[in-house]
Structure formats: structure tokens, C-alpha cells
């Protein structure tokens, strides 16, 4: 696998949803960002992270497009993976009020309850405190958005909102229930950028 030294390159799983958003993030961030569509861009890329969007039709798009087994290999291997809102839903090894043919790719020991904070218009915006920012809340955008449940012994629970665990990471893999993609603060980005330029040693 072809990794660059120095800037990390990130990809962005492009099967549906927020996926520009997120480039334009990483690019803010210093990252070099890219697309992944394909299981050859998987292999590709450095990290990687899973967009907000619709996790049933991601998780139905990644079975066609021959990504999931990659995937959830890749993370396996310690991929550093940052998934947002259906990307957490992706990253969660459990899920509850999923559809029955649904999959995730897993990579973080817990159960997230998809649509947990209502429906479109229980959409909300809010002030979170995450653990490893230290200069203010990031402004929370939350959409369907799905809250962790439950979380393994391994798993570091990095921000909560209104009692409900909204960010955690274990390892490599991190995961928000909001979406800082559009907020234009790219904090969340740059600390997932510093953990991958330190994974990979750079
Ligand atoms: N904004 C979002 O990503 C919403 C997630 C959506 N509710 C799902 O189940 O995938």
C-alpha cells in the first residue's frame, strides 16, 4: 500500500452523503484529502473517514461496491477511521433500531441507537465540550442523529450531550454523533489529522 510521508492522505468513503463537506475539512485541516470509492482507493489512502448521510444506504452501497470485507479489514489493521453520524452508526459494532439487513464495518465496542434524537425536524444545534479540544465547545450540528448507548472498557468517551454519549474514540477510530463537516470550524478534523500524522509517525 502506497502511503505519503509527511501530509497525511485521508480519504473520504464516497458512497453517499456529506462527502465534500469533508474534503474541503481535511484540506482545512492539512490533510490531503481524496475520495474512496473504490477498494484499490482504499488501499490507497493513509485513514479515512465515513460522512454523514444515510447509514442503511451506505451500508447496502458498500456491499455492492465490494467494500465492506476491505474495510472492515483495513480497520482491523488500525486504520485510523473518524466516522460522523451514520460514519458513527458505520463504526459501531452494534446497532439498535437499524434496519434487518443492515451491516457496519465496526471498529469501536459499542451500541448505537440510529435516529436516537428524533427525526429531521428534531434536528438540533448545540454547544458540546470535546475532550481534547481545549479552546471552547464545537457547535454541534445534530441530524437524525444517532447517540452511543454503551461503550466497551476500551472505548474513551469524549463528549456527552444532555446525559447521551455523542463522541468517543478507541484506538485509532473515532466517531461523533454531529457533524462538524458543516460548521466550518474544523477542530474535530485537525484532531483527527494530528492522531494520524502520529499513527503513521510523521
Ligand atoms: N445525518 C445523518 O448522518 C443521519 C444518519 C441517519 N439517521 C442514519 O441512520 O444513517
Not at 477511521?81 to 452494534?94: E, P, Q, R, S
Request: glycine share 10%.
Amino acid at each position: 500500500m502506497s502511503r505519503t510521508s509527511g501530509t497525511p492522505t485521508i480519504g473520504v468513503l464516497a458512497l453517499q452523503g456529506d462527502v465534500r463537506e469533508h474534503l474541503i475539512a481535511l484540506a482545512a485541516a492539512d490533510a490531503v484529502a481524496r475520495p474512496v470509492r473504490r477498494p484499490e482507493e482504499l488501499a490507497d489512502v493513509d485513514a479515512l473517514v465515513i460522512p454523514g448521510g444515510e447509514s442503511t444506504t451506505m451500508s447496502k452501497l458498500a456491499v455492492i461496491f465490494g467494500l465492506l470485507e476491505p474495510l472492515r479489514e483495513r480497520i482491523r489493521e488500525g486504520m485510523p477511521v473518524y466516522g460522523t453520524c451514520a460514519g458513527m452508526i458505520m463504526l459501531a459494532n452494534k446497532i439498535l433500531d437499524g434496519r434487518d439487513d443492515q451491516e457496519t464495518v465496526g471498529g469501536i465496542d459499542m451500541i448505537v441507537r440510529r435516529n436516537a434524537f428524533g427525526r429531521q425536524n428534531e434536528s438540533f444545534e448545540a454547544a458540546v465540550d470535546v475532550k481534547g479540544i481545549n479552546d471552547g465547545p464545537v457547535e454541534g450540528v445534530f441530524i437524525r442523529a444517532p447517540w452511543v448507548e454503551s461503550v466497551g472498557g476500551a472505548v474513551d468517551v469524549l463528549a456527552v450531550h444532555d446525559g447521551h454519549t455523542v463522541a468517543v474514540r478507541q484506538g485509532n477510530v473515532l466517531a461523533t454523533s454531529f457533524h462538524p463537516e458543516l460548521t466550518g470550524d474544523h477542530r474535530m478534523h485537525a484532531l483527527f489529522v494530528d492522531s494520524v500524522a502520529k499513527t503513521l509517525g510523521t
